[in-house]
């Protein structure tokens, strides 16, 4: 389009419009738009590294828990009520969590892990 208004340019202002005006008002529209999108790109990049070092942390996590949870059931008697307790946390936290995600979407539990 700018280009086009340059062309014809004085055919324009022949008709009554401010060409100067209208140029000047999209090319400073138009570089606030490429500005913004180039901030965006980054930004998506961005955000792919840090949920890759989220999850990495993620099941860091999961391992360190699930490893604590098991020395706990094996610090107490098998059958008491402590150890059913610990053996509740550790079911809990094998099973996948339930996501409203589409398919073309990462997970991002413990289960993405493997």
């Known amino acids: 389009m700018i280009d086009m208004l340059e062309e014809e340019r004085k ?22 738009v490429v500005k913004l999108a180039a901030e965006q790109e980054a ?42 307790g610990f053996q509740r946390m550790r079911s809990r936290i094998r099973r996948p969590r339930r996501s409203k995600k589409t398919p073309d979407q990462p997970a991002t539990g413990p289960e993405a892990q493997s």
């Open 11 to 32: 055919a324009l202002e022949k008709g009554g419009l401010n060409v100067k005006r209208i140029l000047a008002s999209l090319k400073r529209l138009q570089a606030k």
């Open 43 to 84: 930004s998506k990049r961005r955000t792919i590294d840090i949920t890759k070092e989220l999850n990495k942390w993620k099941h860091e996590l999961y391992v360190d828990t699930s490893g604590a949870l098991d020395m706990s059931m094996g610090a107490v008697d098998k059958d008491s009520i402590q150890a059913k």
